[in-house]
């Protein structure tokens, strides 16, 4: 009623007026999307804007948590199955990482890819602090590195130390095929008395638990079996077949390491996704209340926009009057 009555004062007065005037007051009226750039459009065009950002920003989050706990739920259940594989040579071999070596190769499992929270900055911040622990005088400690994010990390301040890196480890299905190959190549490729492995090991969507497990190497274990150490139990058990101690030995270690690495990479998978899908969870939330501020900045910048258009409109009118 009251926008109707002033299109009639204005058409009115009309004749009583110059045109441009009235080009003016008519150009006022025409919507913002139409109109050009001026000092009155730019702050609602550009609120627009960001919010069309937001909101797809909001849309990529919500899908990637999806992906993430698409891929969690196919890879929990092999990394819970595969916890039964290195047990018994827990029981057997023992975990021991303070057993006195000079050669330690540190094996640090990571994630290829980004936005899973602080998983890689928790493995390589353990990384280093071994590596401080366990350097010494005739001491040696090498990195042998899975994953991109942890690479990119280490090179900056421990490039020298990086025996051998691994990437791209989960472009493909995870097996113990294909990581009992990438520990034969590992055991090819390094010296060592003791590999030390890290990685997350998976306990629920929002929280996992920095591990590290220990591989000796046969001739560390022999030695510490002679000296009746933590792993003095070993000479009472029986050996059948041709085999002598040192080869059965060294099939042991060998096959420890492959399914302490099978279910590393696997613990870590699942913490990496659990991990993703809590950071694209808090991601979405704070889009929305992005997008709740954003809404109520634009409402507010075009209500302000309106009444300043009617009140030049009405002051028009009054003066015309007058």
Known sequence: ???AALRREGR??????????????RSSLIP???APLGVRSISTQVVRNRMKSVKNIQKITKAMKMVAAS???AIQTKAENSRGLWQPFTALLGDTPSVDVKKTVIVTISSDKGLCGGINSTSVKVSKALLKLSSGPEKEVKY?????KAKAQLL??????????ITELQKNPLNYTQVSVLADDILKNVEYDALKIIFNKFQSVVSFVPTLATVLSP?????????GGKLGDLDSYEIEGGETKGE??????????????FNGVLENACSEQGARMSAMDSSSRNAGDMLDRLTLTYNRTRQASITTELTEIISGASALEG
């Open 219 to 227: 001739e560390v274990v022999e030695r510490e079996a002679e000296a």
């Open 1 to 3: 009623m009251a926008m």
């Open 12 to 25: 009115r007065f009309a004749p009583l007026i110059s045109p441009r005037p009235i080009i003016a007051a």
């Open 71 to 73: 891929k969690l739920r």
């Open 144 to 148: 042998v590195i899975l994953g991109e």
């Open 156 to 165: 900056r301040d421990s490039k020298k130390d990086i025996e051998l890196s």
């Open 248 to 261: 059965i030995l060294q099939n042991l270690s060998e096959f420890q390491f492959s399914c302490v690495m």
């Open 32 to 34: 913002e999307e139409q």
